[in-house]
């Protein structure tokens, strides 16, 4: 059986920041966990956007935002499966904020979670789980019916 983990970026960022839920998200992602790592092309975006803003914010130095950034970078291309922005995830997402509040880059990541989960749900050796640190998101994902995690309730 294969588990496949869906990270937003809430949650992969702990692989590269410590905070809680940062070892269980160590634990998930290291390669020989040989978990099916997955994420929405937007993902780099939002890393990017959130690295920058703890820089600006004095809580990460420039030099170490920069080794986060060339580790995510390396790891985004060599370990991650990525849901491209395609028109199924856009028409979906904006279904997703019809019916929930949820921002747009939220709507996006979920949307992409629920896209590869039906193909995914197609194999029966694979297990989806989506991962967020967002509890709006957390809450609206359980609402539409796909297994997910909180990495803050992994401390």
Known sequence: MVTAYFLDSSALLKRYVPEIGTTWIQSLTIQSSQNLLIVARITSVEVQSALARRQREGSLSSNHANQILQAFRYHFDTQYQKVELLSVVTQLAGQLVS????????????????CIWSQLSQENNVTLKFLTADDRLLKVAQAENIISDNPNQHP
């Open 99 to 114: 019916r929930h509040p949820l921002r747009a880059y939220d709507a996006v990541q979920l949307a992409s979670a629920l």
